[in-house]
């Protein structure tokens, strides 16, 4: 497709693909960079993965809140979900399996990482959701297909972010479980919209076990 976030670049960091024991994406939040996304990432203490972090063009992935109607996010939704599948295809291509494959983001770049690996569910290696969520109002049809096969996903939030609701913080790890995935929620009262030592530590333990 031809949308507002195809053609930017990919920010490269870590190992060769070539050398990787595994690959992670790094998405990053509105008004961040696939640096910041990367910085975080450096934080898990895991040298021998290949780290691909896109840029949303205007550093935004869309425009309003993940809450608001998905009509009212297009066309940048769509073109930011395919740009996330075509890196995927891309790493595909250099004979990476599915299941060397982790998504990681947070705030809209967890939003995304949640919505693309929803809609795509299969067995990556995978997935923390740092502060997000599934994508849409409150009552959008949550029919997605395929199965995550046991894959861990880690969702961290506050109880009182003032961007992501509690609810549709405990609504995405529902939806992940019903999908099959192995969940580890862990909501932090009182925290704010951040990312904290614990998060990092249960990420970087989550990284470990599926390096192993």
Not at 100 to 128: D, H, P, T, W
Not at 134 to 159: A, H, K, N, Q, W
Not at 184 to 189: K, L, Q
């Amino acid at each position: 497709m031809t949308g507002p976030h195809q053609g930017q670049p990919v920010y490269h960091a870590g190992k060769p693909l070539e050398d990787a024991t595994g690959v992670v994406i790094a998405i990053h939040g509105r008004g961040a960079s696939p640096q910041d996304i990367i910085s975080l990432a450096a934080a898990f203490q895991q040298p021998d993965r290949a780290y691909f972090a896109p840029q949303a063009a205007g550093r935004a992935w869309y425009p309003n809140s993940f809450l608001a109607p998905i009509d009212s996010n297009e066309p940048y939704l769509s073109s930011a979900l395919e740009f996330v599948d075509t890196l995927v295809t891309e790493i595909k291509a250099k004979g990476i399996t599915d299941d060397k494959i982790m998504f990681m983001g947070f705030s809209q770049g967890a939003c995304l990482a949640s919505e693309y690996v929803a809609r795509n569910a299969k067995r990556y290696a995978a997935l923390a959701v740092l502060s997000g969520g599934v994508i849409g109002p409150e009552g959008t049809p949550r029919d997605y297909e395929g199965s995550l096969d046991g894959m861990p996903i880690f969702i961290g939030c506050s109880d009182v972010d003032f961007h992501i609701p509690v609810g549709r913080v405990r609504e995405t790890t529902e939806i992940m479980k019903k999908l099959g995935a192995d969940v580890d929620e862990r909501i932090y009262p009182g925290m704010g919209h951040t990312v904290n030592d614990d998060e990092i530590n249960a990420v970087k333990a989550m990284m470990e076990s599926i390096g192993a």
